[in-house]
């Protein structure tokens, strides 16, 4: 078996540039696939972390049937058992009240969905009082002060330091009015949410809603080494009066997404490999026929079957394997790059969003093991397989038929 890897190894180097070109071929193909990989997965990571980690959380409580019909009297029943489950568990949790009303400036208005937030609970466990475009984020003992998205902002032509009025329909069927100083202007999180979320203490919240403290969702929020479903169950086994539920089945669309992105870089990558694989099989026949009298004198000596089939098979695995670890070098550079510096598509896209969802318009990388193992065993195998048809023609040569080949 040495013998005939070692006969492999030397008929790599018989046609040196051709050899150099299909090895190219498969280093660029490993390239190009892993750092379609890694951009990829960098795409889905930022966009599905951004979003949970400034504001959705990856795990939310509601009552049930809240999700449905966003009825203000759909509170949360016995929230601080959750609260105290999560504390108990090192959950960040941040418990949040939600009511709808009508906010105006001058001679501009807009419906508004008010979110009453624990400044201190926000800052605790989610990114969103550091997600600020301008101004800053409520304190935790400011009252009168909220927050608002860009897209609101501009619907109300309002700025930090503006006066907006509010006016809603209270719990106890009185209209409840305020004033408020706008804090801050929060960056794009998602279409809906910049476009009517008006982020107020949950003391102003009571007050302005009379809501004798409802809450209406616990948002949780966990490290990237703790499991959502693990944590779903902890919460669920303490917790059977309200509906507990994971970003995934929140947002089941954009999980679709994620699971459909699988798939394509799949299909991606079998496409390119077999290009690499084609330009393998190109190469081998090549050298088969320009071999085949020195085929038929190794057949006429007693060179069995099985060696010469594995002889061109060990070819195709040595160019598949040298390209593969050549690709994967290079693709190591490309990753680092792009994980650091990425692709900046702020000049052609400003604020980019998918499924309403914001996205960074600068597209980094995010760098797994996952790629720099499938793609190259990918390749190998797709060039194992490209060996396998010249491997067949060679093996099943009449000796004295090659000997007389010109």
């Known amino acids: 078996m040495i013998e005939v890897c070692k006969y492999a190894w030397l008929n790599t180097y018989r046609h040196k540039q051709r050899t150099a070109i299909t090895v190219g071929t498969v280093a660029m193909t490993t390239v190009i696939l892993i750092a379609l990989f890694v951009l990829f997965n960098g795409f889905m990571v930022r ?14 409580a509601h009552a049930f049937e809240y999700r449905d019909e966003q009825s203000f009297y759909k509170a949360l029943k016995n929230p601080d058992n959750l609260l105290k489950v999560a504390k108990e568990n090192n959950i960040q949790a941040a418990p949040r009240s939600y009511g709808f009303g009508l906010a105006a400036k001058d001679s501009k208005s807009s419906g508004v969905m008010f979110v009453g937030v624990s400044p201190e609970n926000e800052r605790a466990g989610f990114e969103l009082p550091d997600h600020i475009y301008k101004g800053s984020f409520i304190g935790q003992g400011s009252r009168g002060e909220t927050v608002i998205g860009k897209k609101l902002s501009m619907t109300l032509n309002a700025d ?156 195709g695995f040595i160019m598949g394997m040298i390209g ?38 600068v597209w980094r990388a995010v760098i797994t093991l996952k790629p720099f193992i499938y793609v190259p065993a990918i390749m190998i195998t797709i060039c194992v397989a490209a060996s396998i048809y010249p491997a067949l023609m060679v093996s099943r040569l009449n000796p004295a038929e090659a000997m007389r080949h010109e």
């Open 324 to 361: 593969s670890v050549i690709g994967v070098v290079a693709s190591l550079v490309v990753a680092v790059y792009l994980r650091d510096v990425g692709i900046d598509m702020s000049g052609w896209i400003k604020d980019l969003s998918v499924m309403g969802i914001a996205v960074d318009p």
């Open 160 to 315: 930090v330091g503006d006066e907006i009025v509010v006016v809603v329909q209270a719990a106890d069927g009185s209209m409840g009015e305020e004033l408020f100083i706008i804090k801050g202007i929060f960056n794009l999180v998602g279409d809906e949410f910049d476009r009517s979320a008006l982020i107020i203490h949950e003391e102003d919240f009571k007050e302005l809603f009379v809501s004798g403290g409802r809450i209406h969702q616990i948002a949780f929020n966990i490290d990237d080494k703790r499991s959502v479903e693990s944590i779903v169950d902890i919460l669920r086994h303490y917790d059977t009066e309200n509906e507990i539920k994971s970003w995934k089945e929140l947002f089941s669309g954009l999980y679709s997404i994620v699971m459909m992105t699988e798939s394509f870089m799949f299909i991606i990558t079998m496409v390119f490999g077999i290009g690499g694989g084609i330009g393998v099989l190109n190469t081998l026949l090549m050298a088969c026929f320009e071999r085949i009298k020195e085929y038929g004198i190794l057949k006429s000596i007693g060179t069995d079957y099985f060696r010469l089939f594995i002889g061109t098979i060990m070819e």
């Open 47 to 60: 966009t599905i972390n951004g979003f949970t980690d400034t504001f959705s959380g990856k795990i939310q």
